[in-house]
């Protein structure tokens, strides 16, 4: 009888505001247009996540960048999402790590065992790619989903790293590289940790990406 473990899906979302997102996409196709892309991306993110929750297969937590505490609930309950938190500063890593911190009540009391982080980037996304991630954390520590700039799309955590190695994946890495995903994996080669590489997905940071996506697309 294979069952998939109950899984606390983490959305990393950033406010479409005016500017304020898609900084180096807006360079190329304007603001406005940059911001209409967030936010569609962001709202095919949540429906994804949201077909997955009515299932009983997920609980879903947005950690939201660009608002306050008021509008990010206003915005969270507009997507409706109960459950976020702030992402607050830092570097990406210190934003995972503070929601995974901040979330472990939540975990404790719904018998959660698996955390995966995404962010609002792919067009592409799909629940399978979710539920992939999920049955594969049955069998290993850590899963990876590697996007086209030398990071990743999707993190995921099983039990045993968020008890006992969670500083592995966070540690020596410059956020802003495009060596994260192996940096990440050469941090793990100090423990017995096993990981698991998804497919490869484009993440929508420039206009390019969005050509490139087309191309791969035809």
Not at 183 to 204: A, E, G, H, P, R
């Amino acid at each position: 009888n294979f069952s998939l473990d109950k899984t606390l899906l983490i959305i990393m979302a950033k406010w479409h505001g005016f500017g304020r997102c898609k900084t180096r996409l807006s360079k190329d196709i304007g603001n406005i247009n940059s911001a209409k892309v967030q936010s569609a991306m962001t709202k095919h993110t949540i429906s994804v996540a949201r077909s997955l929750e009515e299932r009983e297969l997920i609980d879903i937590s947005l950690a939201i960048s660009g608002l306050g505490f008021k509008q990010s609930k206003r915005w969270s309950n507009e997507l409706g999402i109960q459950n976020f938190n702030l992402q607050g500063k830092g570097c990406l890593g210190e934003k995972m790590k503070r929601q995974i911190l901040i979330n472990k009540k939540f975990c404790f009391q719904k018998n959660i065992r698996n955390i995966i982080f995404i962010g609002t980037d792919l067009p592409d996304l799909c629940h399978l790619d979710i539920l992939k991630t999920i049955s594969e954390l049955k069998l290993n520590d850590l899963i990876l989903g590697p996007s086209n700039d030398g990071g990743y799309w999707l993190i995921g955590f099983s039990e045993k790293i968020l008890s006992s190695h969670l500083h592995l994946p966070f540690i020596n890495i410059k956020w802003s590289k495009d060596n994260v995903l192996q940096k990440t994996i050469d941090n793990l080669f100090s423990v017995d940790l096993k990981y698991k590489i998804l497919n490869k997905k484009i993440d929508l940071d420039t206009i390019l990406d969005i050509e490139n996506r087309e191309k791969s697309i035809v």
